[in-house]
């Protein structure tokens, strides 16, 4: 693979999210330059979407949760688990986290998270994989928007709920259609600005809820 650090800088522009003051990040400005320029740049068609180059509404919720309660993460391991920019995971480094791991299962979402990190003064450990078959060592475990197809929220699913008899398991959910509703347990919720081209609208209601353990 080519230079990610050098594509991530061409194809984005450093600006802050929505509701984010506090963080910046390398974002695209439009979605269809970024999705053609990551094809070109992996030298593949039919790749995932670069998901690392927006701020989707579930972590900013997260984001902006974490920074006005800064004691819910302050000393403990946290884990942003599909990290994405690593908005979540950045907000909890900088509000007191003994240790921040972002997990993310794409190569340049990593070197993203990375670059986003660096830039905000944080330490943040990167881990590129399928983190479902492993056992988490983190206290707290962050989820921004992850239940957005069917398939990924079988996949995770279980294993999260698994993860919530050791850990505490947030998840931050925009409205998405395979969110299983049972065992959860709201604790916030955030209207939080979005990209019409993204999802169709000017905002979502985006709440946070605990996940119960299986």
């Keep these: 693979m080519r230079d990610a650090a050098a594509f991530i800088r061409a194809s984005t522009a450093w600006t802050a999210p ?3 003051p506090e963080i910046g990040l390398h974002l695209a400005t439009e979605i269809t330059p970024i999705w053609q320029a990551t094809e070109e740049f992996l030298a593949e068609s039919g790749i995932a979407p670069p998901y690392w180059a927006f701020a989707w509404p579930g972590s900013i919720a997260l984001a902006r949760h974490v920074l006005d309660h800064p ?4 000393g403990r391991r946290v884990m942003d688990f599909a990290a994405g920019s690593g908005l979540a ?3 909890a480094a ?4 003994a240790r921040v791991t ?3 299962i794409d190569p340049v979402a990593g070197a993203a998270i990375g670059l986003n990190a660096a830039a905000n003064g944080v330490a943040v450990e990167i881990v590129i994989g ?5 056992a988490p060592a983190q206290d707290l475990i962050l989820c921004g928007d992850v239940c957005y197809e069917k398939p990924m929220t079988a996949h ?4 999260l709920q698994r993860c919530a008899a050791t850990a505490e398991v947030w998840i931050a959910d ?3 259609a395979y969110v299983p509703r049972a065992g959860l347990a709201e604790f916030a919720r955030r209207t939080v600005p979005t990209l019409h081209e993204l999802e169709s609208r000017s905002a979502r209601e985006t709440v946070l809820y605990r996940i119960a353990g299986a």
């Design 18 to 20: 929505a509701l984010v």
């Design 71 to 74: 004691e819910s993460v302050r």
């Design 89 to 91: 995971a950045i907000a």
């Design 94 to 97: 900088k509000a007191g986290a």
């Design 102 to 104: 972002a997990v993310e």
């Design 130 to 134: 399928d983190a479902t078959g492993t």
């Design 156 to 159: 995770i699913w279980p294993w």
């Design 174 to 176: 925009p409205g998405r």
